[in-house]
């Protein structure tokens, strides 16, 4: 071959790879979301300077004042709480009498009241809760008798402001409708005239994460014991003072677990330890995930170890290689897809009749069990055979399904495992999403508060429940009992929902009767 066309064949591929490029561009632009798919590959290895910007290299903070200079900020007096609401909200009381005068009134004398203020929202409307605890003495002795108040509940922010309604509202804006802080406080001071100072809104999210950790690591415990835990992972950018540029890249390893709780787990790196560490030694079952090798390092680790533990190949990320390649071959990358249709077809035929676990096995056994050697003899035969370029489009989509194809039919063997990890890609979404708007985390410690969140509220609405709904019960409930085992596992978002939905259908019986 001579010169001149070896330099035309290299410049017909870097159009080639140009046009896929542009063709990603418009798709991430102007597809359906189902449709947005990532290839980095595209761009270069990583650390090559031709990586795809992250989608949150421009942002902000998770508390957005974190990020703000003390020199720049008003140093002005704020007025006290009550000032800065108006004067015409609206006031919810409630008189807490003591037990005791309740058991004999006569016997006793009001010798005083001591109010506590909570500033409390519901949808639409904001009003201030006020519970008055009355002091009593005896009636026949004031001077020398003891005196009795009410005594107070534990609340999730200890001589916190802002009720367990409000603090529901903020926290749920934040994770799961992506809106910062700033724009809260700007809101609920257009909307309300109220004044709810993003450093508060920043301040409570810590204290409360705090408090809701313990949920977290009992549901950790329940899905380590599941058998089938999915994982992905997602890069988030954090503010690092000592990184070039003043931000470092994090990382929210996801799980989840057959029966629908969702974990995020915040690291600041992609380092394979990160897995290997929050799953432990004794884990034993089906670990469904994409390509990256920190799985099946770990499944081949744990069978050395005598342990059980298989890795569920992501079909998926197989089939969007020959979704990528159509246009390059459009007739074999086709034949791959209508495979990979009747694959579907017979899953979602599954998923309509409710078929169990043994009924999926014997099924996928039959029917997609030789769909599956189909698609690994044509690859195998595709590269033995045919002139397949490496850097293809279609090359690449060969060489990774047989890469991945060692865990490709763990599913066809485990009714419980899906064929792809599109359930945990559809769970990250909210925090992608949330990265368009909020665009930086604000510290590393701010990483492990959002996980807290993420976690509960995300599984919370994956059992079928509103999650402002169940936050705000939580929080009032958890710090009454914080020291009782059976209740905290009452709280979790699993057991939680079933309670929730068991009282609403007996309050629909009742009111039917």
């Given at each position: 071959m001579s010169e001149d066309e070896k330099t035309i064949r290299e410049l017909r591929e870097q159009v080639l790879v140009l046009q896929q490029q542009l063709d990603w561009f418009k798709r991430q632009l102007f597809?359906?979301?189902?449709?947005?798919?990532?290839?980095?590959?595209?761009?270069?290895?990583?650390?090559?300077?031709?990586?795809?910007?992250?989608?949150?290299?421009?942002?902000?903070?998770?508390?957005?004042?974190?990020?703000?200079?003390?020199?720049?900020?008003?140093?002005?007096?704020?007025?006290?709480?009550?000032?800065?609401?108006?004067?015409?909200?609206p006031r919810v009381t409630e008189v807490v009498t003591p037990p005791e005068v309740l058991a004999d009134p006569g016997r006793w004398k009001l010798l005083g009241e001591d109010e506590r203020k909570w500033l409390e929202k519901e949808p639409g409307h904001f009003y201030l809760r006020v519970k008055v605890y009355q002091t009593y003495v005896p009636a026949d002795a004031p001077s020398t008798g003891k005196a009795v108040t009410a005594p107070a509940p534990p609340t999730i922010i200890d001589s916190g402001f802002w009720g367990e309604g409000l603090l529901a509202e903020v926290l749920c804006n934040r994770y799961l409708y992506h809106l910062p802080y700033a724009r809260q406080e700007n809101l609920y001071k257009t909307r309300f005239g109220i004044e709810l100072s993003r450093m508060t809104m920043s301040d409570g999210t810590g204290k409360v994460a705090g408090q809701l950790g313990i949920l977290t690591r009992l549901m950790k415990e329940e899905m380590l014991q599941c058998g089938y835990i999915r994982a992905d992972e997602t890069e988030v950018r954090y503010l690092d003072r000592d990184a070039p540029g003043g931000s470092s890249r994090g990382r929210f390893w996801v799980y989840k677990a057959a029966g629908g709780d969702v974990l995020f787990d915040w690291q600041l790196s992609r380092e394979h330890h990160h897995f290997t560490d929050w799953i432990g030694e004794d884990f034993e079952g089906v670990i469904g995930s994409d390509g990256y090798d920190a799985y099946s390092n770990y499944c081949r680790t744990q069978t050395l170890r005598g342990k059980t533990a298989e890795r569920a190949t992501c079909h998926a990320h197989i089939r969007r290689k020959y979704e990528a390649a159509l246009k390059e071959k459009p007739r074999v990358a086709g034949w791959f897809m209508k495979i990979?249709?009747?694959?579907?077809?017979?899953?979602?035929?599954?998923?309509?009749?409710?078929?169990?676990?043994?009924?999926?096995?014997?099924?996928?056994?039959?029917?997609?069990?030789?769909?599956?050697?189909?698609?690994?003899?044509?690859?195998?035969?595709?590269?033995?055979?045919?002139?397949?370029?490496?850097?293809?489009?279609?090359?690449?989509?060969?060489?990774?399904?047989?890469?991945?194809?060692?865990?490709?039919?763990?599913?066809?063997?485990?009714?419980?495992?899906?064929?792809?990890?599109?359930?945990?890609?559809?769970?990250?979404?909210?925090?992608?999403?949330?990265?368009?708007?909020?665009?930086?985390?604000?510290?590393?410690?701010?990483?492990?508060?959002?996980?807290?969140?993420?976690?509960?509220?995300?599984?919370a609405r994956h059992h079928g429940v509103d999650p402002e709904t169940y936050l705000r019960d939580i929080l009032k409930r958890l710090p009454g009992c914080s020291t009782d085992p059976a209740a905290l596992r009452g709280l979790l978002p699993a057991n939680w929902a079933a309670a929730y939905k068991a009282a609403q259908t007996s309050a629909e019986i009742t009111v039917a009767a």
């Open positions: 597809g359906r979301s189902s449709e947005q798919f990532e290839h980095p590959e595209l761009f270069g290895e990583p650390g090559s300077g031709k990586e795809l910007p992250s989608g949150g290299a421009d942002a902000p903070a998770e508390g957005d004042a974190a990020s703000e200079k003390t020199g720049g900020r008003n140093t002005r007096k704020r007025p006290i709480r009550a000032g800065r609401l108006p004067d015409n909200l990979y249709g009747r694959l579907y077809r017979i899953e979602a035929a599954l998923r309509e009749c409710r078929a169990d676990r043994a009924a999926k096995e014997r099924y996928r056994q039959r029917h997609s069990g030789p769909l599956l050697d189909l698609i690994d003899k044509a690859n195998k035969h595709l590269l033995q055979k045919s002139k397949i370029r490496p850097k293809s489009r279609f090359g690449e989509a060969v060489r990774y399904a047989l890469g991945q194809w060692e865990g490709a039919g763990t599913y066809l063997s485990h009714g419980q495992v899906e064929i792809d990890n599109n359930g945990i890609e559809r769970d990250i979404r909210p925090s992608a999403v949330g990265k368009k708007n909020w665009l930086f985390i604000g510290s590393p410690e701010a990483g492990d508060r959002s996980a807290v969140f993420y976690s509960l509220l995300i599984s």
